[in-house]
């Protein structure tokens, strides 16, 4: 790659290089892709989109406080108007509008896993706090490797530390591999380690927004700073985070930043190989035909077979 080269993926190019290196030339180098699959109404990526969308209404100009003390209809209506909101604006980038009926079951479906996130989660907080960033972006350059990244929410407590978080509606969220010399998961990470170095970052969570499954993961520097969250101190973060390895909280972030340095300096450096630790981790890779995994699990199994393809015929 060159100096200063735009790929596009932001921490998407990054955590496919750190799973899989060539995962990461196939679709952010050469932009293959795979083809959508056609669904009736909203696909899953789509659905989360709307969720982000509501949230990020939802978070403008509030406090913690303020929305505790919120009657329940006028949190109702709260919902309401950000899921109303992020439903037009969804519906003008869409070639074909959806149609009313559909909005009326989708609004509906916000409102209940909105609500359910606030009142289960977000309302049991015990630090009150402002959401300073919604939706903040950021530019930078890691090794000479331009990178875009998106931040879903910051959070500002009382003392002005921060809490960084990513919305996920999903299941695979996965912080225990920020402890890992690769982090596959590294959009957090990286604005705590390279975007807010000039501020006090107390925790890097993700936000788990679902009905059935909802709740902060992830890690913070103090005991009780975000519930769910494990402290780097308890016996369930070094557990992850060992204390040999991560005696305090500057450690951690120095690990993010030189974790993430080395994985761009592989992909500056051209690394394209076919290798990975668990395969589940393919899980969301829209290249995986060109990896050709059957075969080198044959390659595995039976190397004689493959030995005898690959010999020149008599």
């Known amino acids: 790659m060159q100096e200063g080269e735009h790929v596009s993926g932001g921490t998407g190019l990054l955590k496919a290089q750190a799973i ?4 990461a030339f196939y679709q952010y180098r050469l932009h293959a892709r795979a083809l959508k699959s056609p669904v009736n109404g909203l696909d899953a990526m789509e659905r989360g989109t709307l969720v982000h969308g509501v949230l990020e209404r939802f ?11 919120m009657p329940a209809e006028s949190l109702e209506a709260a919902v309401i108007e950000a899921a109303n909101q992020a439903l037009a604006a969804f519906n003008q980038e869409r070639d074909a509008s959806l149609p009313e009926p559909f909005i009326a079951l989708e609004r509906e479906r916000l409102r209940k896993l909105t609500l359910a996130w606030l009142r289960e989660v977000e309302m049991q907080r015990s630090m009150d706090f402002a959401v300073t960033a919604r939706e903040q972006e950021a ?11 998106v931040l879903d929410r910051i959070d500002t407590l009382d003392d002005g530390s921060l809490v960084l978080l990513d919305y996920k509606t999903g299941r695979q969220n996965n912080y225990r591999n920020w402890a890992d010399a690769r982090i596959t998961e590294p959009q957090l990470p990286i604005y705590a380690a390279f975007v807010l170095t000039e501020h006090d970052v107390a925790a890097v969570c993700f936000a788990q927004v679902r009905i059935d499954d909802n709740g902060f993961m992830g890690i913070s520097r103090d005991a009780d700073v975000v519930p769910g969250a494990v402290a780097l101190s308890d016996t369930k973060g070094r557990r992850i985070f060992s204390e040999a390895d991560f005696p305090d909280w500057p450690s951690v972030l120095a690990h993010w930043k030189s974790s993430i340095e080395n994985i761009a300096r592989e992909l500056k450096s051209g690394e394209a190989a076919i290798r990975f630790e668990d395969e589940k981790q393919l ?18 199994e039976r190397p004689e077979l493959i030995d005898g393809m690959m010999r020149e015929p008599d």
Not at 139 to 149: M, N, P, W, Y
């Open 139 to 149: 530019r930078i350059t890691i090794e000479g490797i331009s990178i875009r990244l």
């Open 59 to 69: 978070w403008a100009d509030r406090r913690l406080s303020e929305v505790q003390a």
């Open 20 to 23: 899989c290196p060539a995962w």
């Open 283 to 300: 899980a969301y890779c829209e290249v995986l035909p060109l990896l050709r995994l059957p075969e080198r699990q044959l390659q595995f």
